[in-house]
């Protein structure tokens, strides 16, 4: 496209002047050719038609490019210079093309990946050793970050994906649905050494609790679930700690019971440190609560490096899904996994 080009310092007395940029493109090509007539053949045109774009050229500038007087047209030393820096400028827009293509093209660069709590933990793990593994070029930034800041982080250019959790998507980012969260009632064998299983609301309402203070967001889902209206959950909590990790290790070494994540008590369950509670008066033991979605914003450039990693988070989300609906081992009666010398409890009558 032209341009209008000012040719002197002093404004108020510029020339204003059309130079045309196809004209340079062909200056540059007749520069590193032998002669016009090899200049045209390059750009696909007549010698002629060569010859009179550089005369087009040197007109729009006001200078005197090539020297005609012998019988082939050579460089003057201001076309030299000129050339010098028409092939600088060509060359720096050349790297640029290659750089950025290069950037859409190959998966390198940065991608900034973040979440909140203990499932953002795990499923990270899987999705950026994933990705790690498949792109050595690639630099991965993870963060964990508070649950209501994730979405925030992701409008605002500090994560490049997010994991959420809600009722629904946000509107406006992009999103893909990861799984939905599943609860469930967990103890480890040991606890109920020297009691009985519970069956009956007002036997849970009895055990030894163990949660967080945000825990209850978990507790009463899965107590309405599998109780209905039969009474109120535990109305105080034997133990209160600062995270579900540790909520874990604490059921886990047998110091009482809670409700967690599968995807945080599925390893203990599947090797045997942990129990799935199930009242027999009540429901399905598990109960699904909320969705997690993967985010994004609506305008992120769709380059290699960004579907590379969407790719890997996803897969790393189907890999929890297919095993989230594999069939589950049976669930262990408290009474297979009591020591054999463990004597018989009298009856509760």
Sequence with gaps: MPRLVNRNENWYAARLVLVDYDLLKSFAVVGRSASFAAAARARSVSQPAISAQMKTLEGQLGLSLFDRSGRRATLTSVGETLLEAVLAAYDRIDQTIDKLVAEQSEVRGVVQIGGAGPFARLWLQRGVRQLAESYPDLEIRVRYCDGAEVEDEVRERRLDFGISTGAAAPADLRSAHITDEETLAVASSSYFATRYPPTSAADFRALDWIATEQQERLIRPWWKHVFGAKGLPPARFAYEVSDLNQVLEMVKSGLGVSVLPRYLAQASLDCGQLTM????????????????????????????????????????????????????????AFSDALPATRSRLPSRD
Excluded: H, I, M
């Design 277 to 332: 509670l199930e009242a027999k008066e009540g429901r399905s033991p598990s109960v699904k609560t909320r969705p997690v979605f993967l985010v994004w914003r609506n305008d992120t450039d769709e380059s290699a490096r960004f579907c590379a990693a969407r790719e890997a988070l996803l897969e790393a989300s189907f890999d929890a899904q297919a095993r989230s609906t594999q069939p589950k081992p049976p669930r262990t």
